[in-house]
């Protein structure tokens, strides 16, 4: 079956460290996307890629970093310079029509500072 | 800047009734909108989407209302089922980019 991959499910992380979030998707979808939802918060984007080598800054990018080296991965990097980064972090692709396809979403990374 | 609103943070009907759920945005370069439903913890599932060069879309039990004058679209569920409890997100796109701007949810309840 097609979809999105996110792993790994649960995530703890110590202050100060660097951790990566895996997204795979094998669906031949363009356009990739990480989100971040808070309580109360609704989702918001972090970074973007239409196309592989290629990404932009979503609403909260700071202290993010990503990768698009190949069409079906986007992972995410949250840095030690994220100042609250225990969150929800969802992954979402979409093909070019997306009008035709709508936008698929990952089942999510919980990630915790501890 | 807040550019898709759901105003209404919850809403709670009786199985059977018809449960609507608002939403209002600002940019007029939106031109496709979809509506989301959630539960904690887990991906976001699509449930009906509209582009703007129609008023009105329906799947089964949902119904997706635009009204591009007044910038606002509405999710009808009718009848409301006691499953149907969840957050409902809308969420919007355009222009060349697609990315999808959310609004902050509403959670509605579907009481027995």
């Known amino acids: 079956d097609g979809g999105i991959t996110q792993s790994p499910k649960y995530l703890f992380r110590k202050e100060g460290q660097n951790v990566t979030l895996s997204c795979e998707q094998n669906?031949?979808?363009?356009?990739m996307y990480w989100y971040r939802q808070d309580p109360g918060q609704g989702l918001r984007l972090i970074y973007y890629?239409?196309?592989?080598?290629?990404?932009q800054k979503g609403d909260i990018a700071e202290g993010y970093s990503v990768s698009r080296e190949k069409k079906e991965s986007f992972p995410l990097t949250v840095t030690s310079a994220q100042k609250n980064p225990t969150a929800f972090y969802l992954c979402?692709?979409?093909?070019?029509?997306?009008?035709?396809?709508?936008?698929?979403f990952g089942s999510g990374t919980r990630l915790t500072v501890v | 800047d807040q550019q898709v609103k759901q105003n209404s943070p919850s809403l709670s009907v009786q199985e059977g009734r018809i449960s609507i759920l608002n939403c209002d945005y600002t940019?007029?370069?939106?031109?496709?909108f979809l509506w989301y439903k959630k539960y904690p913890a887990e991906g976001p599932t699509f449930l009906i989407s509209?582009?703007?060069?129609?008023d009105k879309n329906e799947d089964g039990r949902f119904t997706v209302f635009l009204n591009k004058s007044a910038k606002h679209l509405s999710l009808h569920i009718v009848p409301s089922q006691p499953g149907d409890s969840a957050v409902y997100f809308c969420?919007?796109?355009?222009?060349?980019?697609?990315?999808?701007?959310f609004g902050k949810g509403t959670l509605l309840t579907v009481n027995p």
């Open positions: 890629s239409q196309i592989v080598n290629d990404f």
């Open positions: 979402a692709s979409t093909p070019s029509d997306r009008y035709l396809y709508g936008y698929t």
């Open positions: 940019n007029s370069m939106f031109d496709y």
């Open positions: 969420a919007a796109s355009g222009g060349s980019n697609y990315k999808l701007t």
């Open positions: 509209i582009s703007s060069i129609k």
């Open positions: 669906l031949n979808h363009d356009a």
